[in-house]
């Protein structure tokens, strides 16, 4: 056998431990600060995951904004991008975080220098498919979408889209993109086509409920199966979150429609509130509406400050709620911590002197079991993606719910269906 000398073994052995070591100190990098490159949660998602509607989802992308490779990549970047903003410290993904089912577990958003919105941040997964974008559906494509946040004064404020594109044009990196990608030096229009092109991809489905409604009947436990009745029956969570009364959801969970659930009414002089948003905003001028929606009180008032509809005051939109476990806190505001206090609020009918309450919300009189079931069904609405996660936030949630649950009211909830009130004149 051939001696190796022991120098060469010495620094062989130096060698691949330090390799060993670059390897390692790597690995623990990614997992402890995983990169858009190469966070498995902000990656595009597979059209082959069980529950995804393929021929919606192929109709959800415009015939102007075709989806491609490099597109998709270039929108990836710029999501992420903190460049976008006029300071250099908020992007997209700060309020849309892939680690929080793209959310910011926050009541609402916070953008540049610490300021506070109105609004808690939905979900970017299966965006794609809403008919309106934002609570109070201001806009309707998710290109529109993207633009708002960046010229948004509490958000990232830019003083205009133009401002944001000269920040990434002095990049050459981001010059080589655009020029590969749509044959032209970087603008506004094609910055929001690569974000919106992105956030297309967001797909989110493969839940336990998924597989149980593809036949495994075993994917989803007794509760959750209850629930899901309970869903579609006394708990009224049809009412909304169902394609109608009678025609089961099993897809997106929404109507797409905006309703006055009662959250937040107390608190605003909603009256006033309108009067004041109909002498100062137009129907239409989508950047005074989202000024108003982030920036001040009459972020309250919802749809009416787009259609200026009585019936509107205080209504906000239908939110999908698949993963709705892992995007607390909820409701257009953020002001429910867990979902038993979601549950709650529905159960005792709201009850407050809310002439614009929705006609849908009524006392439920569920029981304590029932509300747990209910909890169960959402929670199989978790894709498998975020598993790990769904099952820490179910063991939080449950906690608190055993100790804290400010919405109950259990003698409102078996009581008497609410008289309708008469809206003021």
């Not at 597979?46 to 490779?69: C, M």
């Not at 590969?180 to 991809?201: K, M, Q």
């Amino acid at each position: 056998m051939k001696r190796v000398p022991i120098p060469v073994l010495m620094v062989a052995g130096i060698a691949m431990l330090i390799l060993g070591c670059e390897r390692s100190a790597k690995r623990a990098s990614s997992k402890l600060a995983p990169t858009p490159e190469t966070d498995p949660l902000a990656q595009p998602k597979s059209l082959q995951q069980v529950g995804v509607p393929v021929e919606a989802t192929r109709a959800a992308i415009p015939p102007d904004n075709p989806q491609t490779p490099e597109k998709i990549s270039l929108g990836q970047k710029l999501f992420f991008d903190r460049r976008l903003s006029v300071d250099g410290t908020v992007s997209c993904s700060t309020c849309h975080d892939p680690a929080f089912a793209f959310t910011e577990r926050k009541p609402t958003s916070v953008g540049i220098k610490g300021r506070v919105g109105q609004r808690n941040a939905p979900t970017v997964l299966n965006a794609l498919y809403n008919k309106t974008q934002f609570w109070d559906g201001r806009v309707k494509t998710l290109e529109e979408q993207a633009a708002l946040p960046i010229v948004n004064f509490v958000e990232m404020g830019q003083p205009n889209l133009d401002a944001a594109v000269a920040q990434i044009a002095a990049v050459g990196e981001y010059r080589q993109a655009f020029h590969a990608v749509f044959g032209r030096s970087p603008n506004g229009p094609d910055l929001l086509r690569a974000i919106a092109s992105y956030e297309r991809t967001q797909l989110s489905f493969d839940s336990p409920f998924d597989h149980f409604i593809a036949g495994d009947k075993n994917a989803i436990d007794e509760s959750a199966k209850r629930g899901w009745e309970l869903f579609n029956t006394q708990a009224r969570c049809n009412k909304c979150h169902a394609l109608t009364d009678t025609q089961r959801d099993v897809t997106v969970f929404t109507d797409n429609d905006f309703h006055n659930i009662g959250i937040g009414i107390i608190r605003h002089n909603v009256v006033a509130l309108a009067r004041q948003a109909e002498q100062l905003i137009k129907s239409g001028d989508t950047v005074a509406i989202d000024r108003a929606a982030i920036q001040t009180d009459m972020s309250a008032l919802g749809r009416f400050l787009i259609t200026k509809k009585e019936k509107d005051i205080a209504s906000f939109k239908t939110p999908d709620i698949r993963n709705v476990l892992v995007t607390a806190p909820y409701f257009h505001d953020g002001s429910q911590e867990t979902l038993w206090d979601v549950i709650d609020h529905y159960n005792k009918g709201d009850g407050l002197q809310n002439p614009y309450l929705d006609e849908d919300i009524q006392p439920l009189a569920l029981t304590e079991s029932e509300i747990d079931d209910l909890v169960a069904f959402m929670a199989s609405l978790t894709s498998a993606i975020y598993k790990e996660q769904g099952a820490t936030e179910l063991a939080r949630q449950r906690a608190i719910s055993r100790t804290n649950r400010p919405q109950r009211d259990t003698a409102r909830a078996f009581g008497p269906k609410r008289p309708e009130p008469t809206p003021p004149q």
